[in-house]
C-alpha cells in the first residue's frame, strides 16, 4: 500500500475512533478503550509478545508468571483509557481537565523557575503522559515538549496541536541543541522522556531494572551545560483521577569528569523512574524494546561526548 494512502486510513480510522469515544459519556468511554485495550492484547501478538519479554526481563524473580500476565493486560487496558482521555483533549475547557487532575509539588517548580536559569522536566510514559502539557498549560505553566515526529505527517500534526493547546509548543527531537539552550537561557521550560531505548551513538547505558539500558545522554548534556535545574515530574491514575507529580529538583553532582557526571545524572534519573513504574506497572508503555540496543565493545560512555558547542 502506498504510504501516502496508509496515512490516510490511519488517519480517517484514528478520527472516527477519537469521534465515536467523544460522543460517549467518559465512563462509558472508559470502558470502551478499556475493551477495545483487551482486543488489543489478544490481536496484536507482536507487541504482546514485547510487552511478555519486557516482564519477563524486569520481574522474571519478583513476580510470577500469572502476575505479569495481570501486568500485560493491565498495560493494554492502559492505553484504551487513554485512547478515550485523548479524544477528549481537544474539546474540554482548562475547568474541567483540572478537575481530572491532581497537581502536586507545583511549590518546587515555581521555586525552580524563580532560579532563571529555565527548567528541565524529565518523565516517562507513564499514567497518561499525553495530558500532561495540557495540564501544565491548564495551571498556567505552558511547556516546551521535545517528542519524536509520528511516522505519519497527518497523525503527528493532528496529535501535536492538542498536545500544544494552552500555549504549549512541541519540538522535534531532531531540532538542534543550540534551540534547546537557547530556550533554557530564555527562562523556558523544557520536557522531554527519557524512559526509550536509544541509539548507540546517543546513549549512555545505566541500570534499568538489573540491566544496563542504552538511555539518552541529551538531558545530562543540556543539565551540565546549563545550569538548569531537572525536576522530574509523572502523572499517573489513583483511585479514579490522574495525579500530577512534581519533585523536587534533583541535586546535580559537577567534577572534572564529564563522561562520569553525564553518566551519575542518567542513572539517577533513570532510577527515579524505576520507582514509579514499579509503583505503577500497569501504567507504563511495556510494547517497547527497551533493552534493545546493546553495548558493544568500545561504548558510548567510553567516546567523546558532543556538548552542542
Same mark, same amino acid.
Given at each position: 500500500m502506498l504510504p501516502k494512502i496508509r496515512h490516510l486510513i490511519e488517519y480517517g480510522v484514528a478520527r472516527f475512533v477519537a469521534l465515536t469515544l467523544n460522543c460517549l459519556s467518559l465512563p462509558i468511554a472508559l470502558k470502551a478503550g478499556e475493551g477495545l485495550g483487551r482486543l488489543c492484547y489478544r490481536l496484536d501478538r507482536r507487541h504482546r509478545r514485547i510487552v511478555d519479554e519486557n516482564l519477563t526481563t524486569a520481574f522474571a524473580k519478583e513476580k510470577e508468571v500469572r502476575e505479569r500476565e495481570k501486568i500485560a493486560m493491565g498495560a493494554f487496558e492502559h492505553l484504551g483509557h487513554m485512547i478515550a482521555e485523548c479524544s477528549r483533549l481537544p474539546h474540554i475547557s482548562n475547568e474541567t481537565l483540572r478537575e481530572w487532575v491532581e497537581v502536586c509539588g507545583l511549590e518546587h517548580y515555581h521555586a525552580a523557575k524563580a532560579m532563571g536559569r529555565g527548567v528541565l522536566f524529565v518523565t516517562a510514559h507513564l499514567g497518561n503522559w499525553e495530558c500532561m502539557p495540557a495540564v501544565l498549560a491548564a495551571t498556567g505553566h505552558p511547556v516546551h515538549l521535545i517528542a519524536r515526529p509520528l511516522n505519519n505527517p497527518l497523525l503527528d500534526a493532528w496529535v501535536n496541536a492538542w498536545r500544544a493547546r494552552g500555549g504549549g509548543v512541541v519540538i522535534s527531537k531532531h531540532a538542534p541543541p543550540a534551540k534547546l539552550v537557547k530556550l533554557l537561557k530564555q527562562? +523556558?521550560?523544557?520536557? %522531554? %522522556?527519557?524512559?526509550?531505548? *536509544?541509539? %548507540? #551513538? +546517543? &546513549?549512555? =547505558?545505566?541500570?534499568? =531494572?538489573? #540491566? /544496563? &539500558?542504552? *538511555?539518552?545522554?541529551?538531558? &545530562?548534556?543540556?543539565?551540565? #551545560? *546549563? +545550569?538548569? /535545574?531537572? %525536576? /522530574?515530574?509523572?502523572i499517573y491514575r489513583i483511585r479514579g483521577r490522574h495525579r500530577l507529580e512534581i519533585e523536587a529538583p534533583l541535586k546535580i553532582t559537577r567534577s572534572d569528569n564529564l563522561h562520569h557526571d553525564i553518566m551519575h545524572l542518567t542513572a539517577c534519573v533513570t532510577q527515579i523512574i524505576e520507582r514509579y513504574v514499579r509503583r505503577y506497572p500497569g501504567q507504563w508503555l511495556w510494547g517497547h524494546k527497551r533493552w534493545k540496543t546493546r553495548p558493544t565493545s568500545v561504548t558510548p560512555t567510553q567516546a567523546p561526548l558532543s556538548t552542542g558547542e
Open positions: 527562562g +523556558e521550560t523544557v520536557g %522531554l %522522556l527519557l524512559d526509550q531505548n *536509544t541509539a %548507540l #551513538r +546517543e &546513549a549512555v =547505558f545505566v541500570d534499568y =531494572f538489573g #540491566r /544496563p &539500558a542504552a *538511555t539518552h545522554k541529551g538531558l &545530562a548534556v543540556l543539565a551540565l #551545560r *546549563t +545550569e538548569a /535545574p531537572v %525536576l /522530574p515530574i509523572f
